[in-house]
């Protein structure tokens, strides 16, 4: 259940854990920190923090994830995700209620993977994943434009539909030597990748953007201009003013599932990746524990909550790392830095920041999957589109919540649209008159007998809830010159207490019209509830039969009695 990769390797004593592999992972760590740095900076101020504490998530959480986690690559830290989500809670419960509810979210990580829900987290369906990032990726392009293009807005509306009204309405309150600087930011970020491919582009052009706005004197916002001086100090929050009343923790139990719910899913998807990189296999369940433990941590620490990064793991990925050594070593030249020069970056533009975010709203979109899942199946294409448009104009809870239940409800339509019951007793009669002599006595006995007083139905697919009005149709072909009615069952693979509820009325009419009811080839499971219920002992064993001839044979010869 809790087996974390580092200490597993090191026990088993890996080839991989070598001078080389270690040397690899360490520059490795060294280049995920770089590129962390400035994303984790940007991430930290748009979940409504100040900027250090975005980095002092990367660091607490990104050490545990990788010294505890179930992945040998993974990269922990905060991610666009949960932007939204963060800046929310902050907004309604205060900088209090997000420390609570992300210990909170730690504690349900950790007792989802004790209950190896790892596994089932996976089932998640992807219509719903996709609406609901490619909905936060909007909202979190949203929340930038006011500093990109430096307009003047003294209170930005939350609805999505109101802040866009907003934007509109101040469009003439643009900062040009802003919008510039944001643009300048943008054209770094998107191009600097093809000149080199180990620097990240964003801190190119927080690095650049800074060196403009501080030489030129440029009337640009900076993170100093915003949040003052900027505090390189890692240390414990004081949770002697934190309310931790049941009523303060019931009403945050919402918040806490979205983040604990979120965070499992993209870390899980995360390392689902990087074992499709490295050809290995993470333990779901160690990761889950390790993720809360991560976000508890996080949280004393006064960071928000943080999960799996997909991008900053691939990136580990291709520099060679293959050892939790490198997330490690990720985390603790992240913490370097931050004590060396983070006094330094309260000169970054805000709208370069700005421009960070856009660029990963937009690597959060996935447009190209949105795009596909349009041309798929009908119930596919609406949990998609209710999925995202709730997100957008609501909140991730109401769409996590509404998507599920959207694609439960048309799951179950699609199975039990599946189940199909058919009177097959002409069927079978032509079947028999079409062999040779193999079957020649029951051929001549049942002739007259087939369709008319022994009517067979083959039932095709689960038995369950949402296919028990189909089964129950079957009633309506009963009539007095029925005698017997076989129920052929080889093709159901299980079936639920509704069914075995219709089961016992299809029993019940059987008996008001003095119709014999048989069984035959039942399978493991269905055949197990009949028994345990009691079902089968009331209707007698000798009702059920190993093949549909036998069943015929029986109901014939008690037709000739």
């Not at 009908?378 to 996590?400: E, N």
Request: some cysteine; glycine content about 8%; hydrophobic content about 50%.
């Amino acid at each position: 259940m809790f087996q974390p990769k580092l200490f597993t390797l090191i026990a088993q004593k890996n080839p991989s854990i070598n001078k080389k592999q270690i040397a690899n992972d360490i520059v490795s760590g060294i280049i995920v920190a770089i590129i962390a740095l400035p994303l984790s900076i940007a991430l930290g101020i748009a979940s409504g923090v100040e900027p250090e504490k975005g980095l002092v998530t990367a660091v607490i959480a990104g050490f545990l994830i990788s010294f505890l986690g179930g992945s040998r690559v993974q990269i922990g830290g905060p991610t666009g995700a949960f932007v939204v989500i963060v800046y929310g809670i902050i907004e309604q419960f205060g900088i209090e209620g997000l420390t609570v509810a992300t210990v909170m979210a730690g504690i349900f990580m950790i007792l989802f993977g004790a209950l190896q829900f790892g596994s089932i987290i996976k089932y998640i369906p992807y219509p719903i994943t996709t609406g609901f990032t490619s909905g936060i990726a909007v909202v979190l392009f949203s929340t930038q434009i006011k500093d990109f293009l430096g307009l003047e807005i003294s209170d930005v509306p939350s609805e999505f539909f109101e802040k866009w009204n907003s934007y509109l309405s101040n469009l003439d309150t643009i900062s040009l030597p802003t919008a510039f600087i944001g643009i300048l930011s943008l054209l770094i970020i998107a191009f600097w990748p093809k000149l080199n491919k180990t620097i990240p582009g964003s801190l190119v052009a927080l690095i650049a953007s800074t060196l403009a706005v501080t030489a030129f004197n440029l009337p640009v916002l900076t993170i100093g201009d915003h949040f003052g001086e900027i505090s390189s100090k890692v240390t414990m929050i004081d949770i002697s003013n934190i309310d931790l009343s049941f009523s303060s923790i019931r009403i945050l139990i919402p918040p806490a599932l979205t983040i604990a719910f979120l965070a499992s899913i993209e870390s899980l998807l995360s390392a689902v990746v990087a074992d499709g990189m490295i050809g290995k296999k993470h333990r779901s369940n160690t990761e889950l524990i390790a993720q809360g433990i991560a976000n508890i941590g996080s949280a004393f620490f006064g960071g928000i909550p943080a999960t799996g990064a997909i991008a900053r793991t691939a990136a580990n990925v291709k520099n060679g790392g293959r050892t939790p050594i490198a997330g490690i070593v990720h985390a603790l030249f992240l913490l370097l830095i931050m004590k060396l020069f983070m006094p330094l970056a309260k000169l970054i533009p805000m709208t370069s920041l700005g421009a960070v975010l856009l660029v990963v709203a937009y690597n959060m979109s996935e447009w190209r999957s949105f795009k596909g899942l349009l041309r798929s199946t009908k119930s596919d294409i609406t949990v998609l589109l209710v999925t995202f448009t709730l997100t957008v104009v609501f909140d991730l809870v109401i769409a996590i919540q509404v998507g599920m239940l959207a694609a439960m409800l048309l799951f179950v339509k699609r199975m039990a649209d599946s189940t199909q019951v058919a009177n097959t007793g002409i069927m079978y009669k032509n079947i028999l008159d079409d062999e040779d002599d193999e079957n020649l006595e029951l051929k001549n006995e049942s002739h007259e007998y087939l369709g008319s007083k022994i009517l067979i139905y083959d039932i095709n697919g689960p038995l369950f809830f949402g296919a028990a009005n189909t089964f129950m149709d079957i009633l309506n072909e009963l009539n007095t010159h029925t005698e017997f009615l076989i129920l052929r069952m080889n093709n159901v693979p299980n079936m639920d207490a509704t069914a075995l509820d219709a089961l016992k009325r299809i029993h019940k009419r059987c008996i008001k019209e003095k119709t014999e009811l048989y069984y035959s080839e039942v399978n493991p499971q269905p055949l197990k509830l009949l028994k345990v219920s009691g079902y089968l002992k009331a209707v007698g064993d000798d009702k059920l039969f190993g093949s549909v001839d036998e069943a015929v044979k029986s109901a014939v010869s008690k037709l000739k009695a």
